[in-house]
C-alpha cells in the first residue's frame, strides 16, 4: 500500500492501472492505463479501486496516511463524476458526455464513499460522500442500470466495462459491478 501511494498516483491523486517494478531492483520501470483510455488518463474503475482499497486499509490498519490517500481519491472522483454519479469507463474520454458509463466503478465508488463517509474526520466531505454514494445507487436501481428479473444473464446491473481499449466486456454485467451493488446497498442500510 505505501509502495503503491509512492508510486501508482498522479499529482491530481489519478492512477496509473499498471506499474512494471524491476524485480531485482524495486525501481519503476514503466507506468500505464492499459484499461483506460491511455497512460495519462484517468481510468474509472481504476479510481474506484484506489478509495476502496485506502478506505478499507484505513479501516483495517487505522494508518492515517491511507485515510488521507482515500479522502484525497475521494476528492478527485467527485470533481468528475456527472450529474447522475455514475462515472464514465474513463474520465478523460473524449467523447464525453455520450461516452459509455461503468454500473461496476460506480457500485465500487458508492461501497467506499458510504465505509468512507464513516472514517473521514471532515464533516463536509463525509456528508458528500455519503450524499454521493446515495446518487449512484438510486441510479444503479433505475431502469437504466437494473435489470428486470431473469434478463441480463440474470446479472443485477447492466452497463459496465471490462476494457474498452481491448474490446472486451463493453457494456456488459460484470460480476463485481453486482457485488459492490449489494455490498454497498448493505452498508448504507446498516446506516440506516
Same mark, same amino acid.
Given at each position: 500500500?505505501?509502495?503503491?501511494?509512492?508510486?501508482?498516483?498522479?499529482?491530481?491523486?489519478?492512477?496509473?492501472?499498471?506499474?512494471?517494478?524491476?524485480?531485482?531492483?524495486?525501481?519503476?520501470?514503466?507506468?500505464?492505463?492499459?484499461?483506460?483510455?491511455?497512460?495519462?488518463?484517468?481510468?474509472?474503475?481504476?479510481?474506484?479501486?484506489?478509495?476502496?482499497?485506502?478506505?478499507?486499509?484505513?479501516?483495517?490498519?487505522?494508518?492515517?496516511?491511507?485515510?488521507?490517500?482515500?479522502?484525497?481519491?475521494?476528492?478527485?472522483?467527485?470533481?468528475? =463524476?456527472?450529474?447522475?454519479?455514475?462515472? #464514465?469507463?474513463?474520465?478523460?474520454?473524449? $467523447?464525453? @458526455?455520450? &461516452? !459509455?458509463? +461503468?454500473?461496476?466503478?460506480?457500485?465500487?465508488?458508492?461501497?467506499?464513499?458510504?465505509?468512507?463517509?464513516?472514517?473521514?474526520?471532515?464533516?463536509?466531505?463525509?456528508?458528500?460522500?455519503?450524499?454521493?454514494?446515495?446518487?449512484?445507487?438510486?441510479?444503479?436501481?433505475?431502469?437504466?442500470?437494473?435489470?428486470?428479473?431473469?434478463?441480463?444473464?440474470?446479472?443485477? =446491473?447492466?452497463?459496465?466495462?471490462?476494457? #474498452?481499449?481491448?474490446?472486451?466486456?463493453? $457494456?456488459? @454485467?460484470? &460480476? !463485481?459491478? +453486482?457485488?459492490?451493488?449489494?455490498?454497498?446497498?448493505?452498508?448504507?442500510?446498516?446506516?440506516?
Amino acid at each position: 500500500a505505501n509502495t503503491t501511494i509512492k508510486n501508482h498516483f498522479r499529482p491530481d491523486y489519478s492512477t496509473w492501472h499498471v506499474v512494471d517494478y524491476d524485480p531485482e531492483t524495486g525501481a519503476v520501470r514503466m507506468k500505464q492505463t492499459a484499461q483506460g483510455y491511455s497512460d495519462d488518463s484517468a481510468w474509472g474503475r481504476g479510481q474506484a479501486w484506489a478509495v476502496y482499497g485506502y478506505t478499507m486499509m484505513y479501516r483495517e490498519v487505522g494508518d492515517e496516511a491511507y485515510l488521507s490517500q482515500a479522502e484525497n481519491v475521494a476528492k478527485m472522483i467527485m470533481s468528475y =463524476l456527472p450529474e447522475d454519479g455514475v462515472p #464514465y469507463w474513463d474520465f478523460n474520454a473524449p $467523447d464525453i @458526455p455520450d &461516452s !459509455y458509463r +461503468d454500473a461496476s466503478a460506480g457500485a465500487i465508488i458508492a461501497s467506499a464513499f458510504i465505509e468512507l463517509s464513516g472514517h473521514t474526520k471532515d464533516a463536509a466531505l463525509s456528508k458528500a460522500c455519503y450524499k454521493t454514494a446515495e446518487k449512484i445507487i438510486r441510479t444503479l436501481a433505475s431502469e437504466e442500470y437494473l435489470a428486470k428479473p431473469g434478463r441480463n444473464g440474470h446479472f443485477l =446491473l447492466k452497463h459496465s466495462m471490462g476494457s #474498452y481499449p481491448g474490446n472486451s466486456e463493453v $457494456d456488459v @454485467p460484470l &460480476s !463485481y459491478a +453486482d457485488y459492490y451493488f449489494l455490498e454497498a446497498l448493505l452498508r448504507i442500510n446498516k446506516m440506516l
